[in-house]
């Protein structure tokens, strides 16, 4: 590994919009470290930036010469001729004259502090966040904040929900600081929005791809395919139950007129994910085809893409902040059905598919989340476990999404042709990296003038511990408020422990609340009779806490087993609930 100059005399006509990469496994080698989705992103960016960036050098921080070797590797694939200098981890005043550091996490505090002995003004940082909900994370931006970062600094927001996230939680760090210590904070660091991207022409469908898959799982050309690709984790991804509720009633409704068949691309983990996906699937859509298939090989999801019809992404949990894979759909002329959850609120627009509205509790309702995850009572798994809980997706509009889709071959065409124009448009590689160009332009610019600090916002909370549902607020369409308004039981007790029991609610431990006390508020409200009654009211006859009741009655609605005194529009639940 050496720390190669390049002659004096060489020209860099491009060196204000090119950035070092931090190089290293974790950020960029799924197939090394784990697949996810903030490795797959941090892979496909690399050889973006490596196909597309205007920049006559590139420069890469490696810390081995395994990672020397693995980044010369990545651009000898490019097939790019382009010239490397590789500078070592440990000296940083190297990447001069490329003025920005480009690094794979809003964590980077450390980088900070060892830039302060190069002087602030030595370069620009600029990091990214994929996930906002880890306790890694929430704390960082406290850690970023009371370290020597500068306002020519920056995190890359992926989504505008990810960026209403990332000042939520760098507000109250902020207040925290201000209202112990007293006087002003420093500028925060830029964060603009820049979306995630892909390679749209690996998305291109293959008709022979599509004909071959139908066959093998005996599916006619006239059979609605409905595809999600994830990992499968019904505590970490999203809960399949809603989903498979949604695509059975839209099955009654169809009839006989089109077959609905569920193809579930991706990988389970522990075989708990497993049963619940296949036994929810028995259980709440009998009437539809359920088939999985390894989603880990990109050969198997290409093929899954291929011979799908509609693309869904019933997502309800705060691990998700954009969604690459409904930007894989659109490239592949798949039109989708997503909830209305932060990230894809941008990606999946009217023309290229259906949102649903969601909904969740109060800010103050996630006390016990955010007080249990930060005293290690609450795994990871069942800190969004719980959150996931008390998330509606409206089952009614979800299943009149995948009714309208499936009848209407016009409209899925339309809706996928649009896809792929926004996909190339906005999401391909060719047009993100430009975008990040010129914000590392930006910071450039800003270091250079030193432009004084602003003032932060004024108010104070727990920033190493926000409450959840305060935190992501901007991820539901809205929150649930009692206006008053009076519900009825829609469903048996009886259905309520069977769905319990298949969505195993118990397995990871620490759920959100008790069945006993679901049981408790379901009967109650059963007991009302087709008056129905309020969650107020309720809470006050059970002598139950107010933000109890809330949390109970949101996974009471998620599920369709209490509804609005009005009529229901929705079909009859599935014969026999």
Not at 109 to 118: E, F, G, P
């Amino acid at each position: 590994m050496d720390d190669t100059t390049p002659p004096a005399n060489a020209k860099r006509p491009q060196t204000a919009r090119n950035a070092a990469i931090w190089y290293g496994e974790d950020g960029y080698e799924p197939a090394k470290t784990g697949l996810n989705g903030r490795r797959m992103a941090g892979s496909s960016f690399l050889d973006g930036f490596l196909r597309h960036a205007a920049i006559d050098e590139l420069v890469s921080l490696v810390g081995s010469p395994a990672e020397e070797a693995a980044i010369s590797a990545r651009l000898a694939a490019s097939g790019r001729r382009l010239a490397h200098r590789t500078v070592n981890k440990g000296n940083l005043h190297r990447i001069a004259p490329v003025g920005t550091l480009c690094y794979a996490s809003p964590r980077y505090d450390a980088l900070c502090w060892q830039r302060l002995s190069l002087g602030a003004r030595a370069f620009s940082i600029s990091g990214i966040t994929h996930t906002t909900d880890t306790r890694g994370i929430m704390k960082c931006w406290f850690d970023l904040r009371a370290s020597p970062q500068m306002e020519w600094d920056g995190i890359v927001c992926t989504s505008r929900a990810v960026h209403a996230a990332t000042v939520r939680n760098i507000e109250l760090a902020d207040d925290f600081l201000r209202e112990r210590f007293g006087g002003r904070m420093p500028a925060r660091p830029q964060m603009p929005v820049i979306p995630l991207g892909i390679h749209c022409d690996d998305f291109r469908p293959d008709p022979a791809e599509r004909h071959e898959l139908r066959a093998e799982f005996g599916w006619s050309g006239d059979d609605i395919v409905v595809l999600t690709v994830a990992r499968l984790l019904p505590y970490g991804k999203f809960d399949p139950a809603p989903l498979f509720i949604a695509l059975q009633r839209a099955q009654e409704r169809l009839g006989t007129a089109k077959r609905l068949h569920f193809l579930a691309c991706g990988f389970y983990g522990p075989e708990m994910n497993r049963k619940i996906f296949e036994d929810c699937a028995r259980a709440l859509m009998p009437d539809v085809g359920y088939r999985q298939i390894d989603g880990a090989a990109p050969a198997q999801r290409h093929r899954a893409l291929s011979g799908a019809d509609i693309f869904a992404f019933a997502i309800d949990n705060t691990q998700e902040t954009f969604g690459l894979a409904p930007v894989e759909a659109m490239a592949a002329g798949l039109p989708v059905v997503a909830s209305d959850w932060d990230g894809l609120r941008d990606t999946v627009t009217p023309e290229v598919g259906i949102r649903v509205p969601t909904r969740s509790v109060p800010a103050g309702c996630t006390l016990p989340e955010s007080l249990g995850y930060l005293a290690g009572r609450l795994s990871y798994a069942q800190y969004g476990n719980r959150l996931s809980s008390m998330v509606e997706i409206d089952l009614a509009a979800m299943t009149q999404a995948f009714v309208t889709l499936a009848s209407d071959a016009e409209l899925r065409r339309r809706m996928g042709a649009a896809g792929q124009r926004r996909a190339r448009q906005v999401y391909d590689w060719a047009a993100v990296i430009p975008q990040l160009q010129d914000f590392w332009q930006e910071l450039s610019r800003i270091r250079t003038a030193a432009l004084p600090p602003r003032r932060a916002a004024p108010w104070l909370r727990n920033p190493v511990a926000p409450l959840p549902m305060d935190l992501f607020a901007s991820y539901p369409s809205g929150t649930f408020a009692d206006t008053g308004a009076c519900f009825v039981a829609a469903a048996t007790p009886e259905r309520l422990h069977r769905i319990w029991q298949l969505r195993r609610h118990d397995g990871i431990g620490n759920p959100f609340e008790s069945l006993k006390t679901l049981d408790t508020v379901l009967r109650a409200v059963a007991g009302r009779g087709p008056a129905g009654t309020s969650p107020a009211r309720l809470a006050q006859e059970l002598r139950l806490n107010a933000d109890t009741l809330t949390r109970c009655w949101l996974f009471l609605l998620k599920f369709g087993l209490i509804r609005p005194a009005e009529p229901d529009p929705s079909p009859p639940p599935m014969p026999g609930t």
